[in-house]
């Protein structure tokens, strides 16, 4: 029996190096593109005055491609990456994603199937690939249980591709819950129970470092989309100030994410007892960071292209909205990493909030300023808390005692 062959080889071993592999960073290469056609959807649903509409629709997409991103991270984290069915997996996944994100333009309309084709294929074809692999390791139920629930979820799927338009959105909706489900109850199935990701035994430094990089991917999208917003402008003063202030809130978003809990989720991680459950409430913490993120970045399309524009209430969802979702996201990182509340997140939140209003009679320029100064007050609030002190030790609450989480722990 060769080393692909034998499913405890699979597993990752001690000395496994945490760091993510150059397969995985490739793969993330078609999320930045992924994450591209998001924003460049929504900004086209915004400007065609459907924004209730193109942000749920956007949404939901992004949630099936954030699930593929999530469970191959946790895939990669759990099993030996250098292994050839492994990388085989990951090679398959990301075409399966590639042809998600061409498909994300119009994926509502007539694209649908071709969406869900590649959804599902990853989705079921994945765990089904690893538990042959596995054999007759115990593991092997966690992935057949994966298939399972994805193809239950993947009936309303293929009904809402090949059904009515006007039913598309409420099916797709029902199978996203059913995938979202199966992931927080960890997937369970008659007279076995469930195997929630929080029981599982993983490499924290590798999934730390995974969603690091899917931040900076969010980062780098943002980047893209201001590039290409100025590029298309006249080399005035207006739009050269505009462009300069979505530069620096980018470059702020980085400096908070990064500021103490964003270096120091592996070692929280690695010192969890438990740290498949913290790694599980990192997942959804992320998401979210990240969706903030990508929100702004849809309100630096207007800010650049119409600085002196008045601020509407639709624009003013992604300008203050994004960063919004970002701090309060950020809020629940800094309470996973040291069992805290990050107060200066939260009274940033608020600021904000009340000022959304007053910004509806501003000009958009003059909103993405006070998101500017919000931002580097926060900065500012984290530098002089930590000037001269050395780094702190972790204190999260989360993966410290058992949760119940799962019989495939070991």
């Known amino acids: 029996m060769g080393a692909d062959g034998d499913g405890a080889a699979l597993l990752r071993p001690s000395v496994s190096s945490p760091r993510a592999t150059f397969l995985e960073l490739f793969f993330d290469l078609v999320f930045v593109f992924a994450l591209t056609r998001l924003s460049v959807r929504l900004i086209q649903e915004v400007e065609g005055g459907r924004m209730l509409v193109g942000v749920v629709e956007t949404l939901m997409l992004f949630l099936a491609l954030w699930l593929v991103w999530t469970i191959t991270t946790w895939v990669t984290s759990r099993y030996e990456p250098e292994r050839g069915i492994i990388q085989a997996v990951v090679v398959g ?11 994300v333009p119009r994926a509502f309309e007539e694209r649908a199937l071709p969406f869900v084709l590649a959804y599902l294929v990853v989705m079921i074809g994945r765990p089904l690939v690893i538990a042959a692999a596995l054999r007759g390791h115990r593991r092997r139920q966690v992935p057949l249980r994966l298939a399972a629930w994805a193809a239950v979820g993947g009936v309303p799927w293929v009904a809402g591709a090949l ?73 005035a003063a207006e739009p050269a100030a505009a462009f300069v202030l979505a530069f620096v809130t980018t470059a702020l978003f980085w400096r908070i994410y990064f500021h103490r809990a964003g270096h120091l989720l592996a070692e929280a991680l690695r010192v969890a007892r438990e740290p498949g459950r913290l790694g599980t409430s990192a997942s959804f913490t ?80 003059v909103a993405q300023a006070a998101v500017v100064a919000v931002l580097a007050g926060v900065a500012s609030a984290d530098w002089l808390r930590s000037r001269g002190q050395p780094m702190e030790m972790t204190a999260s609450p989360l993966g410290h005692r058992t949760s119940g989480g799962g019989n495939f722990s070991p």
């Open 93 to 103: 996944t990301m075409f399966g994603s590639l042809m998600m994100a061409v498909t």
């Open 163 to 235: 059904g009515p338009d006007e039913l598309r959105m409420a099916l797709w909706a029902l199978a996203l819950a059913i995938d979202y489900l199966g992931l927080t109850l960890g997937w369970p199935v008659p007279r076995l129970g469930p195997a929630r990701p929080s029981g599982w035994r993983i490499e924290g430094e590798h999934l730390a470092e995974r969603y690091q990089q899917m931040f900076l991917i969010a980062l780098g999208e943002s980047i893209l989309v201001i590039g290409i917003a100025y590029s298309g402008q006249t080399f």
């Open 286 to 365: 992320h998401l979210f960071i990240i969706g903030g993120v990508l929100m702004a970045g849809v309100g630096y399309e207007l800010v650049i292209m119409h600085p002196f524009d008045l601020l509407d209430s639709e624009w003013l969802f992604f300008v203050i909205g994004g960063p919004v979702v970002f701090l309060l996201a950020r809020s629940r990182f800094e309470y996973e990493v040291f069992g805290r509340v990050s107060v200066p997140r939260v009274v940033a939140v608020v600021v904000l909030v009340l000022v959304a209003v007053p910004l509806t009679q501003a000009m958009s320029m």
